[in-house]
């Protein structure tokens, strides 16, 4: 049973640019939520995506943005990248039950490390 | 709005000994959950253990126990008999139903 997957697993950026980042949720669970964990950091919520919405947002500006798909699987996008973008980006998937979210049964991938320079 | 605090960003043990890492939080909600979440230099998060805010029994799972003081919103982490392999950050979470919002960690050394 294959857990939660994240590609690429590293990734460099130039200032202004825009980035994808992917995310598999582990195999039953139809809701994913994006972490932004800065060096030295706990990880902070940016969004939550169940039945390809988005349903909650934490305090990031618009050039974040996501998308989830038929499949569940979730992109989140990034546009005109500043250098305080770089961090590990991490994707948690959970599942959920008659629309009753199960937060505590949320499981990690390995992360991509995005570095803008 | 919800915060976890962690008072002690690093902390040190000799193998085979008992180490507790700290950790309170601020809610007005009576129904949550906190956790305890390991993120070895691999970088995975792992959960450790969790806690439902309306069980009063601690939760353990084999070497690892919490300390749940709901009332002073403390939430401690004991691991007995430590082992190299537990040589990690330590992340302290609240959740809700959509979210989990992490303490500033905790990086735990240990000694053989």
């Known amino acids: 049973d294959a857990g939660v997957t994240q590609s690429p697993t590293h990734l460099i950026k130039t200032r202004g640019q825009q980035v994808t980042l992917r995310c598999s949720p582990k195999s039953g669970h139809d809701t994913v939520s994006w972490y932004q964990q800065a060096l030295g950091q706990g990880p902070q919520f940016i969004f939550q995506?169940?039945?390809?919405?988005?349903?909650q947002r934490g305090n990031f500006p618009d050039r974040f943005s996501g998308h989830q798909f038929p499949n569940y699987s979730s992109e989140l996008n990034v546009n005109a990248l500043l250098l305080g973008d770089s961090a590990l980006y991490l994707c948690?998937?959970?599942?959920?039950?008659?629309?009753?979210?199960?937060?505590?049964?949320?499981?990690f991938g390995p992360g991509t490390r995005l570095t803008v320079t | 709005a919800q915060t976890v605090t962690q008072s002690q960003p690093e902390m040190s043990v000799q193998e085979a000994e008992t180490v507790t890492l700290s950790c309170t939080y601020d809610?007005?909600?009576?129904?949550?959950?906190l956790f305890w979440y390991k993120q070895p230099p691999s970088r995975q998060m792992i959960l450790v253990i969790r806690q439902e805010a309306y069980k009063q029994q601690n939760a353990t799972e084999n070497r690892f126990s919490v300390n749940f003081q709901k009332a002073a919103k403390s939430f401690s982490l004991k691991i007995s008999d430590s082992q190299l392999g537990d040589a990690a950050m330590y992340f302290c979470?609240?959740?809700?139903?959509?979210?989990?919002?992490f303490g500033t960690g905790t990086r735990l050394q240990v000694f053989p």
């Open positions: 809610t007005s909600e009576s129904d949550y959950y």
């Open positions: 979470a609240y959740g809700d139903t959509d979210k989990l919002i």
């Open positions: 995506y169940y039945e390809e919405e988005e349903r």
């Open positions: 948690a998937s959970s599942g959920s039950s008659g629309g009753f979210f199960h937060s505590y049964e949320q499981y």
